[in-house]
């Protein structure tokens, strides 16, 4: 007799443990999506911010390692253009700092993908360099 109502004792307990974790978890999972949510709703406010972190960090090393490059109009060759990318990438982290840099990942996905915008914008923004674009104009006025 004493045995059974420990058994019933006991399978009552566990299925009291059984009902937490689930809601513990069905309450996790509301958080979880409330927090995708927040993000996806916030998207623009992020987007901004690290397009203002990417715009400095582009001006810092546009100024110290890219203009002397897009004064002579010369494009630059792509092992320094390479190491570039990688200070810029760098750079960027750094002036999120840690907190922001991961809720730029959270907002991204993962590490390669964010990485992968930075690098891109980084790209775009070379690309479309007004000084290096003026100073070939300037040359080829010259010749003509």
Do not use: C
């Not at 045995?3 to 689930?22: E, S």
């Not at 203002?52 to 010369?74: F, G, P």
């Not at 390479?82 to 809720?103: F, H, Q």
């Amino acid at each position: 007799m004493f045995d059974f109502i420990l058994l019933q004792y006991l399978f009552n307990l566990t299925l009291y443990i059984v009902g937490v974790i689930i809601i513990f978890s069905f309450i996790n999972k509301i958080f979880k999506f409330i927090k995708k949510f927040k993000y996806v709703q916030n998207f623009t406010l992020y987007q901004k911010v690290l397009i203002y972190h990417m715009d400095r960090a582009y001006a810092i090393i546009y100024k110290d390692r890219l203009l002397i490059w897009s004064v002579e109009a010369t494009k630059v060759s792509e092992p320094d253009f390479a190491k570039i990318t990688k200070d810029y990438v760098e750079l960027v982290i750094k002036m999120l700092g840690p907190m922001l840099y991961k809720e730029m990942m959270y907002l991204y996905g993962n590490d390669d993908t964010l990485l992968f915008t930075v690098v891109e914008y980084f790209n775009d923004k070379y690309e479309n360099d007004e000084i290096r674009d003026a100073s070939i104009e300037n040359l080829q006025d010259e010749k003509d």
